[in-house]
């Protein structure tokens, strides 16, 4: 009878602990749960800061772009115009892109992440091809 006593006074407590435990280990893991949201969206704050930013930049270098495309000879102009509308009907759809990009949700604005920063390092690009463009030809 004792021992019958003591493994039921052991199956008890024990229960009791695991019950605890399992009460800390949940509050622990909303914490951490509470806590990868915050990061996930300061994250996200900061990558659409530094897009717009980037695209601020990128905005104004157009508009230089521009400037010294008034300065190249007749055939170069006209090249020049329609590359230059290229990178701004490119800015816009990246404009865009960063746009959907702060109305998203938690879950899906990673898969947008990815493909708004491609989006603008591509724009990049073009534009540092077409600026490259301009200078060669009007040395």
């Known amino acids: 009878m004792k021992f019958f006593t003591a493994v039921l006074f052991c199956f008890f407590f024990t229960g009791l602990q695991f019950a605890r435990s399992e009460d800390r280990v949940g509050k622990k893991v909303g914490e951490k749960i509470d806590q990868s949201v915050d990061?996930?969206?300061e994250t996200k704050d900061k990558v659409i800061?530094?897009?717009e930013e980037g695209m601020k930049r990128l905005n104004h270098e157009i508009d230089d772009l521009k400037k010294k495309s008034r300065t190249a000879k007749k055939e170069i102009k006209d090249d020049l115009k329609s590359q230059i509308a290229a990178l701004e009907n490119d800015a816009n759809?990246?404009?865009?892109?960063i746009e959907g990009l702060e109305k998203s949700s938690e879950n899906a604005w990673v898969d947008?992440?990815?493909?708004?920063?491609?989006?603008?390092?591509?724009?990049k690009r073009s534009f540092k091809n077409v600026k490259n463009k301009l200078e060669?030809?009007?040395k």
């Open 136 to 138: 060669q030809k009007i």
């Open 112 to 123: 947008l992440k990815a493909s708004t920063e491609q989006a603008f390092h591509i724009l």
């Open 39 to 41: 990061a996930v969206n």
């Open 49 to 51: 800061a530094r897009l």
């Open 93 to 97: 759809e990246v404009r865009k892109k």
